[in-house]
């Protein structure tokens, strides 16, 4: 499993309206095979900052089940116009305790 960690930036006065376009597009997402699970978080100290947690089955399922995909695509034109930046993506395996 490797977790996938987006850290975007909205436009300030878009908070809603980047909730509202995740809660549409989440199923563009989520129905994505090789997506485990998706969650999107808010910042406290920073409420115009998000981070959207996804877990994948590997890098591989993210990269050509989705961003290679018209899937990508839909989701890119809900959430993107409320982007300040480009976010920031990388992606993470668990460390053992």
Do not use: K
Request: glycine letters at 8%; one cysteine or more.
């Amino acid at each position: 499993m490797v977790l996938e960690v987006a850290l975007i930036d909205v436009l300030p006065g878009h908070e809603d309206a980047f909730a509202a376009a995740y809660a549409q597009g989440h199923p563009v997402l989520a129905g994505t095979p090789g997506c485990r699970s998706v969650r999107m978080t808010r910042g406290v100290e920073s409420p115009s900052r998000f981070v959207l947690l996804v877990e994948w089955d590997s890098v591989e399922a993210h990269n050509e089940n989705f961003r290679g995909t018209e899937r990508f695509d839909r989701w890119r034109a809900l959430i993107g116009p409320h982007f300040a930046n480009p976010p920031l993506v990388e992606h993470f395996l668990d460390v053992p305790a």
